[in-house]
DNA sequence: ATCCTTACGCGGTGGAGAGC
DNA sequence: GCTCTCCACCGCGTAAGGAT
């Protein structure tokens, strides 16, 4: 039987085809290994694929479900130069994991993604720079990719897996893979965000059980337990993250509220629907001494004209700076535009309207 | 002995829905 | 529209047990 196929624009002017002898990959890690291994690609990408209900406008890949045989996909580089073609990202050296805001927009603000609805080709795929791998890529998937455990955590659950397809008999879970589990799924959870709702919890312990049966357990939907055990992996997680730093949690930490606020429970402040990127941090070697610098320049900068290249690098780059301010602080929509000029742009509108955490259409 | 992880309780918040 | 109740969830502290 013939193997499903795909054709990858690898670049402008590059278009190659993907073979996959072993069927669709299952997961977009998979996906994104497989493409580069067979090309060679060694910087981050996104993968954009054709999609239908948009006159086959690309959109961003969130699940491999979207995947057809004989499809066409395209590689969105993530880079920290803008404008730099996607030829040079192809061969420059790999840095960090970087990401973009406007990809991320793309996913989780309809007003930016209208932006990107029409783009088709990587000249008009506006990559901004934010020079620091804790930027979120993608929104909820739809079926949540179950990452690759530790070569051990693996083979015990293949053969678990073979056990229970022959035998009917589930895996007896040996000391310290219940652990390696949850640890590898918190983190997994943690790329898309801090405090998964109840649902995200049942998809991924569903995803968990549909990859691994030999895991199933005896309730009415085979993974109760492995809900509970994530609810509570989850919150121990945030503890951790709060310990080293992470902004996104330590904002609700008890000795980071005013007095008056001083309750666990009390305005936990935590992504509204659909938002990606709530509290990240802020780029390597940036303070909100240096940042503050940067805003001072914009002010200067988006008076004079010939700017915009300029503005839009230092708006990227201020990015986690006006999070901390909209979520800490809560200003005004005033009080933001006094602070932020260039937001309310309207070439900026589109793209930076989820950095404020506002629909501003 | 010490550290780490899981699981749990506590006292509270806040959103949803019912009743008025 | 307001009040009340219910319930899920929050950070924090901690017990228990396993790993080192």
């Not at 895991?215 to 992996?233: D, N, R, V």
Request: proline share 6%.
């Amino acid at each position: 039987m013939a193997h499903p196929k795909l054709r990858v624009i690898v670049e402008d002017n590059d278009y190659r085809r993907l073979d996959l002898p072993s069927g669709m990959p299952e997961t977009l890690t998979e996906l994104h290994n497989t493409i580069r291994e067979a090309f060679g690609v060694e910087h981050d990408f996104n993968i954009q694929f054709m999609d239908p209900d948009f006159n086959n406008d690309f959109m961003n890949l969130t699940t491999v479900q979207d995947l057809q045989d004989r499809g066409t996909i395209k590689l969105v580089y993530m880079q920290n130069v803008v404008g730099v073609s996607p030829v040079s990202s192809l061969r420059s050296t790999p840095s960090t994991s970087l990401s973009s805001e406007t990809l991320v927009s793309s996913q989780s603000s309809p007003c930016a993604s209208s932006i990107h609805a029409s783009s088709t080709d990587s000249d008009s795929t506006i990559i901004l720079k934010h020079s620091d791998s804790e930027l979120r890529e993608r929104a909820w998937p739809r079926n949540f990719p179950i990452p690759r455990f530790s070569y051990n955590v693996e083979m015990q659950l293949q053969q678990g897996n073979e056990s229970f397809r022959d035998t009917g008999n589930q895996l007896k879970i040996a000391p310290g893979l219940k652990s390696e589990i949850l640890e590898k799924l918190a983190e997994e959870i943690f790329l898309y965000t801090a405090y998964p709702q109840n649902y995200q919890i049942d998809d991924v312990a569903g995803a968990l059980i549909k990859k691994f049966p030999c895991l199933k357990e005896q309730s009415a939907t085979g993974y109760y337990s492995w809900m509970i055990s994530l609810k509570y992996k989850m919150a121990n997680y945030r503890t951790k993250m709060r310990i080293i730093g992470c902004p996104e949690v330590t904002v609700n930490a008890l000795k980071n509220k005013s007095s008056d606020e001083c309750l666990p429970a009390k305005n936990v402040k935590k992504p509204k629907k659909a938002e990606v990127n709530f509290f990240p941090s802020h780029p390597a070697g940036e303070t909100d001494e240096s940042l503050e610098k940067v805003r001072l320049e914009l002010l200067v900068d988006i008076r004079q004209r010939n700017t915009a290249s300029r503005v839009r690098e230092k708006m990227s780059k201020t990015f986690s700076y006006r999070r901390k301010e909209v979520v800490q602080e809560k200003p005004t929509a005033g009080e933001v535009k006094t602070r932020w000029p260039a937001l309310f742009h309207i070439s900026e509108v589109g793209i930076y309207c989820t950095s404020l955490n506002l629909c501003l259409l």
